[in-house]
Structure formats: structure tokens, C-alpha cells
């Protein structure tokens, strides 16, 4: 058999999009910018159309996760007053709480977090490169103390929540022609 043309489903003519996850039936969530300032939508592919899940006005979007089971979306970004929040919301926009995250000295305030659900213990967790952590939906922070001395980058958990999957050492991400 041979191999399928893909669907293309959205063009980007005015805007960058980044980070697409499905949100469940033909919903698909995904950040996009306009204006150098990220945005998270749901994309509906029946209805070819996109509506704002989370805009924030004072401040600027990093990364996003999606839990299926809790049908709860995590965010990090930086609001207006310099700080990294972890904000929690419904498919729909609605918010269900925004949090300060905890900053720890060993690691820069301004990097960014990109968070992976743990559902299993209903906690999120990230890379700094070196070391993950815990990051709790109140944005309270805990090091996992892992055997290794390569760099890490993000996690990504099984959906059974028994396996976490991650990339350790050097590797090189781009992409040339």
C-alpha cells in the first residue's frame, strides 16, 4: 500500500502556531501568536475555525499540557509582575486556579517551565536540563532525585502514568534541507 498524503487541516497565513495536542472528538489545542505575545486555542477541525481558550493580556504564554483523564489543561507563563504562574483551565477557558510557581535558587527565575502531567499522582513535571522536578497544580516545586549526570530535556508520561518517558545527553534538534 502506499503511503497517505496527509490532511492539511489549518494554514498559518498571519500568525506562528506551535505545540499542537488533542483535546479529544476533532478538537486540537495549540499556542499561536500574532504579535509576538502566545495565545492557547482550540482548533475544531469540523468546524474549520479556531476560538481563544487563554489569552493573557499583562503578560506572555511559555507551554501548555493536557490532561485527558482530569480534563484539565496546565499553563506556565509569565504574568505582568515579572513572575512565572502555573494556571489551571477547562477546555472551555474556564480557570480553575493561577498560581505563583515556587522559585528554587538553583535554577534561573527566568527559564521556562514546560510542564508534563503526572496523572497518577495529579502533579506536573519538568526539566531544568539537569534535574526534573514536581510542580504542583499550587505551583510548589520538589526535586526528584534521579542517578544521572547527562543533561535531560522534557518529559512526556505513559498515559497509564507507570512509565515516564525523557531524552538524556547531548543531542542536536535542528533541521536542514
Not at 495565545?39 to 489569552?55: C, G, Q, R
Not at 493580556?57 to 515579572?82: C, E, K, Q
Not at 480553575?96 to 502533579?123: A, Y
Amino acid at each position: 500500500e502506499r503511503p497517505r498524503q496527509p490532511d492539511l487541516i489549518l494554514q498559518c497565513r498571519h500568525s506562528d502556531v506551535r505545540d499542537p495536542l488533542w483535546l479529544g472528538n476533532d478538537n486540537i489545542a495549540l499556542l499561536q501568536t500574532t504579535s509576538n505575545r502566545w495565545k492557547l486555542i482550540n482548533y475544531s477541525i469540523s468546524l474549520n475555525e479556531s476560538t481563544d481558550i487563554f489569552d493573557l493580556r499583562d503578560g506572555n504564554l511559555i507551554d501548555f499540557d493536557y490532561s485527558a483523564p482530569d480534563d484539565l489543561i496546565a499553563v506556565t507563563s509569565f504574568h505582568g509582575d515579572g513572575q512565572q504562574y502555573i494556571d489551571m483551565l477547562k477546555p472551555d477557558g474556564r480557570l480553575v486556579s493561577s498560581h505563583p510557581i515556587e522559585h528554587l535558587q538553583e535554577w534561573d527565575k527566568f527559564r521556562p517551565i514546560e510542564p508534563s502531567f503526572d496523572n497518577l499522582n495529579k502533579q506536573l513535571v519538568f526539566s531544568t536540563g539537569r534535574q526534573l522536578y514536581t510542580l504542583s497544580y499550587e505551583g510548589e516545586v520538589a526535586r526528584i532525585n534521579l542517578p544521572f549526570a547527562e543533561r535531560m530535556v522534557p518529559t512526556q508520561f505513559h498515559p497509564n502514568g507507570n512509565r515516564l518517558l525523557l531524552i538524556r545527553g547531548a543531542y542536536d534538534s535542528d533541521i536542514a534541507l
